[in-house]
């Protein structure tokens, strides 16, 4: 648009929407102009004809004249060069098409234009650098491990967070349809906030909520551990992340950093840690303590195993280092067991019980097998209401909860054992495989405690 000062009005307008770039020429006489409405036009200031040069994908925001060419940046990350007589203008105009919009306003521009579309002069650009396509849209998934993702060239990917990287490419494929695809009906608490202002992935971890999520090492896909061996996601993705920052630290100060304790062997920096989390490639990370920014900002890749706890926050260091956590909020779940109604199955315990919330419902069916069969009860309950190992008078038996609140059972894994108990919530059978947590989410969905049912199995 040119607009009279004078006359405080618009003189002469084009464009169909807002003007975002100009580029003039040398003399001032030709002038360059795009925006929203994505469209690059050429206007001779002199006669006020204006001509269609290209039209783009993508809103346009900045123009740059160089030559014998245009060079155009859009919301898209590649920048564009079309064709453009910027030493003579005129020879543009001598290809035909151009046209007068006069002494309009906008709206009557507008209405003018849309009546008789302007055909482009150019349909291709010249040249193109490409760009890395910029992240516009995201969905954390329910197994807080995943990450759904779509590009400005449209592709859909799935990304891997305790690992920073992608394990899937869909291609162009409908970003809501695949989200709906890789719903799982499982429960597992937030522990990360992802944001994509700047067209990439960053994931922030905040303490201590970003401890909060647990999941079992077989879940993972992690082999030869215990069944009831827990990972903290937290935990594995800082340690992979700052893997090499480990090595250098090593490398640095060999067995004088184990000696002080500064390093934790066995269990707490373990080849399963590693192995499992350990990024595939080098992240461009920056980490910062605080909202503002903290006291400090570095990428990973230019920590050289000489930082300290002057240059860690502390919760990171005592985590990587020496395996500690901070004080997390309850990871427990309560709930009651009762037999449903008219069933003549009666098992043990009595009153509230509590769990860890990942505790698995075939876990609970093994429990209630258990305590059927043994012939005299057992103190297992605490004066708190959670499990506790051991019998009375100092009997050798296997516990049905373990000193870490998991179940524990001398019964075969579930898998191999053929159960005659099922587990109901809300009068819906319970899959073995469900969490207390998924159960309490998306089958109980009430603010009580969770109550669960047992019956024999029918036909068994």
């Known amino acids: 648009m040119l607009w009279d000062l004078g006359q405080q009005r618009c003189v002469y307008a084009v464009h169909t929407d807002s003007v975002w770039a100009l580029a003039s020429t040398p003399t001032f006489g030709h002038v360059y102009s795009d925006g929203r409405d994505l469209s690059i036009y050429l206007t001779d200031l002199a006669t006020r004809e204006s001509l269609l040069l290209c039209t783009k994908e993508h809103p346009i925001l900045q123009l740059a004249l160089h030559d014998d060419g245009i060079w155009v940046a859009t919301t898209d990350s590649s920048v564009h060069r079309w064709p453009a007589e910027g030493r003579n203008p005129q020879k543009d105009f001598q290809r035909g098409g151009s ?16 009546g008789s579309i302007p055909v482009p002069v150019h349909k291709k650009p010249s040249y193109t650098i490409p760009g890395t396509p910029g992240i516009v849209q995201h969905e954390i998934l329910n197994n807080r491990r995943h990450v759904l993702t779509k590009d400005t060239a449209g592709s859909v990917k799935l990304w891997e967070i305790t690992r920073g990287v992608v394990v899937e490419d869909y291609g162009q494929v409908s970003f809501e349809e695949k989200r709906e695809e890789l719903f799982e009906m499982v429960s597992i608490p937030a522990s990360f906030t992802v944001d994509t202002r700047l067209g990439n992935l960053s994931v922030h971890l905040d303490t201590p909520q970003c401890f909060s999520a647990e999941m079992y090492s077989a879940d993972l896909g992690i082999i030869g551990k215990p069944e009831d061996d827990k990972i903290n996601l937290a935990r594995e993705t800082l340690k992979g992340l700052l893997a090499h920052w480990l090595t250098k630290r090593k490398q640095r100060f060999g067995s004088q950093s184990i000696a002080n304790g500064e390093v934790s062997s066995g269990k707490d920096i373990s080849a399963r840690s590693i192995s499992h989390s350990r990024m595939e490639f080098p992240l461009p990370s920056i980490i910062t303590e605080g ?4 006291p ?6 230019d920590l050289d195993g000489t930082e300290d706890e ?4 502390w919760w990171c260091l005592d985590c990587v280092l020496n395996n500690k956590l901070p004080p997390r909020e309850n990871t427990k779940c309560s709930f009651y067991l009762q037999a449903c109604e008219g069933s003549t199955v009666q098992i043990l315990t009595q009153g509230k019980l509590s769990a860890p919330r990942i505790l698995r419902i075939h876990k609970v069916i093994n429990y209630v097998v258990e305590k059927m069969v043994l012939d005299k009860p057992t103190e297992s309950v605490n004066s708190d209401g959670t499990f506790a190992p051991g019998l009375p008078g100092g009997q050798s038996q296997h516990s049905a909860v373990g000193g870490d609140g998991s179940f524990r059972s001398g019964l075969k894994p579930w898998q191999k054992l053929k159960p005659s108990i099922e587990i109901l919530c809300n009068n819906q059978v319970l899959a073995p495989d469900m969490s207390l947590a998924t159960v309490r989410a998306y089958i109980w969905k009430k603010p009580e405690d969770l109550v669960l049912n047992y019956r024999e199995v029918q036909g068994r």
């Open 310 to 313: 002057k240059d860690f926050p």
């Open 99 to 114: 046209f007068l919009a006069g002494n309009l306003s906008f709206s009557r521009a507008r209405a003018s234009l849309e």
């Open 291 to 294: 909202s503002e920014g903290g």
């Open 296 to 301: 400090w900002r570095k990428k990973i890749t």
